[in-house]
């Protein structure tokens, strides 16, 4: 549209115009026959005209990281998302990149949305989201033990299942103390590299059984004497 120095006239086939795709500022401008025309009365000529301005504005896009979670000791889920919430993608050449901070440990890490490409009509929100690393079940059970009384103890051992060959459970194995005929509680006790474990122990039973004697009758012997003999205790 335009606006005239006096107002209340008309004009025919007068259209300013400007025409832009990026983000700019553009001159709106008559076509170069407006000069001498005149309005619908013909008591008004155009002596001059003035551009005006038309500006296209950044785009608004609001880019959120999704949140993603592993356990301990797994990959990483391949790829990192991003969501475009708010606002639309016009062109292909907008890019961006999705990333965490490093750690491998239980906690949680920023994922970032980094920008690439040609971002320049747009003005971008990014959020960040949150990546979990979650705790490695793992479970240490305890092996039943047995032995004769009077003979060596057993060594305690345990089977673990769940940790990794380069970050292992540290625990102790111990039972209750006494070496007569019985059953005696093993437990487990952890001593240490359980930060990215979610660790269940079990207990067993170390069982004392008797030992095995063998009694033989001691030989003796009696004169005969016609009455009821017995052996001598």
Do not use: W
């Not at 639309?88 to 990333?99: L, S």
């Not at 239980?106 to 979990?132: K, P, Q, R």
């Not at 009077?150 to 194995?173: F, N, P, R, W």
């Not at 122990?201 to 033989?216: F, Q």
Request: with cysteine; hydrophobic share 30%; proline share 3%.
């Amino acid at each position: 549209g335009y606006k005239c120095s006096v107002d209340g006239l008309t004009f025919t086939d007068i259209e300013p115009m400007a025409v832009g795709t990026a983000v700019d500022k553009y001159s709106v401008t008559f076509a170069d026959d407006t000069v001498g025309k005149k309005d619908t009365t013909n008591n008004y000529e155009i002596e001059a005209v003035v551009a005006g301005e038309f500006e296209i504005k950044p785009a608004k896009v609001t880019i959120a990281a999704d949140n993603d979670s592993k356990i301990y000791g797994t990959d990483d889920p391949d790829p990192l998302t991003a969501t475009v919430k708010d606002g639309t993608i016009y062109n292909e050449d907008f890019g961006y990149t999705v990333g965490r901070v490093s750690g491998e440990n239980v906690g949680h890490y920023a994922i970032t949305v980094t920008l690439n490409g040609d971002t320049s009509n747009y003005a971008v929100i990014l959020n960040a989201g949150d990546f979990e690393i979650t705790k490695q079940p793992v479970t240490i059970v305890a092996d039943n033990k047995s032995q004769v009384y009077g003979e060596a103890a057993e060594t305690l051992t345990a089977v673990v299942t769940g940790d990794k060959d380069d970050d292992k459970v540290e625990y102790s194995l111990s039972r209750v103390t006494g070496n007569d005929v019985g059953v005696y509680d093993i437990t487990v006790t952890l001593t240490g590299h359980t930060e990215n474990y979610d660790v269940k122990v079990t207990g067993a039973k170390y069982e004392i059984t008797p030992a095995k004697v063998t009694l033989t009758a001691n030989n003796d012997s009696a004169i005969y004497n016609g009455t009821e003999q017995t052996s001598k205790p």
